[in-house]
């Protein structure tokens, strides 16, 4: 198979890519709303001073997110799943529980349905990474041999993964966090990014592995050994949608905050009307427009030029020396995340 032809994958060849996928924009609202909650978080540190852990969650939540897209996306999974634990009904104030008085079951009434919106919007992310995941996989094994080294290479692969699953069992087991476990997460996901790194400059595990594998283009190489640099291509990525992720990662860590503050103090304080309402309207918002942008991101996943399957490869190399076409009418391409 020839890969001749092939474009580098660089960051102009991602911009021009990108060009062709605005994001629209985050509603002002986003931000208004995490303010707002942010204030409520204030008044309610004002009557009752921040616990360590509350300070903590304070310090986040007024914080710069993190660059990468595919960290935010692990940081709002985390948030998502540590607000489930706050609302489980078994966690709520005594009064919740009880539905004490008609004001009570008004408010757990709001807390149901924010529940019911925040595990639709976590189950949907969840099987969105583990996609993303599988078509890395997959489109690299189109590289791989078809034989019993492309055998013993999915066997590695699936033992890895056991492994890494059995650390995150082990972290559960020993009574870790919800936070432990996602730290573990991200260190996993991030193993996988430098073996990939290590794939496109021949180190590591790959080191011999490459030197057998013929029809690998060294433009993929050339990308994958850069993608974990803070300049590299993946900067164009991070560019263009990751402020309004950023956007979002805040308002999840604003309604955490809050969410934490109020139920903490309800003996004291019960939430006022008003105050349900903006938690509620943050929670829907929040969960329509991450439910846009993960499907908006995984629509320009879907073609991006990251990763070329290798019967692609060799048809892009034949149509790139039979046409002058644009750059994207002439070159198909897969998905990475």
């Known amino acids: 198979m020839t890969t001749e032809g092939l474009v580098p994958i660089t960051r102009d060849y991602l911009a021009r890519y990108y060009d062709k996928y605005p994001l629209p924009p985050i509603p002002d609202g986003v931000i208004a709303l995490a303010a707002r909650l942010r204030a409520l978080s204030a008044e309610l540190a004002a009557a009752s001073p921040f616990s360590p852990e509350e300070e903590h969650l304070e310090q986040e939540a007024s914080g710069v997110p993190a660059h990468k897209i595919d960290e935010n996306m692990w940081k709002n999974r985390e948030q998502m799943e540590e607000i489930l634990f706050l609302l489980n009904k078994s966690r709520r104030p005594v009064a919740l529980q009880q539905k004490s008085t008609l004001e009570d079951a008004e408010i757990v009434s709001t807390l149901d349905d924010c529940e019911t919106k925040l595990k639709e919007m976590l189950k949907k992310l969840e099987q969105f990474q583990l996609k993303n995941a599988d078509n890395v996989f997959n489109t690299v094994m189109t590289y791989m041999p078809q034989d019993f080294r492309g055998t013993l290479i999915r066997q590695q692969r699936e033992r890895s993964e056991r492994n890494k699953q059995a650390e995150v069992d082990a972290v559960v087991s020993s009574g870790g966090s919800i936070h432990d476990r996602y730290a573990l997460l ?121 990763f070329i399957s290798a019967e692609d490869a060799g048809a892009d190399s034949r149509k790139t020396m039979s046409t002058e076409k644009p750059l994207f009418q002439r070159e198909r391409h897969m998905r990475l995340f």
């Open 186 to 306: 991200w260190k996993q996901q991030m193993d996988r990014r430098v073996q990939l790194a290590q794939l496109g400059s021949a180190t590591g595990v790959y080191k011999t592995l490459v030197r057998y594998l013929v029809g690998v283009p060294q433009v993929l190489l050339d990308f994958i050994r850069q993608i974990n640099d803070a300049n590299g291509p993946m900067e164009v990525q991070r560019e263009r949608y990751g402020p309004a992720l950023y956007t979002l990662t805040k308002l999840v860590l604003a309604v955490r905050l809050y969410l934490h503050l109020s139920l903490a103090r309800y003996g004291q304080k019960k939430i006022g009307k008003d105050d349900i309402a903006v938690l509620q309207q943050a929670v829907v918002i929040y969960t329509e427009e991450f439910g846009k942008f993960t499907t908006f991101i995984g629509e320009v996943f879907v073609n991006a030029p990251f």
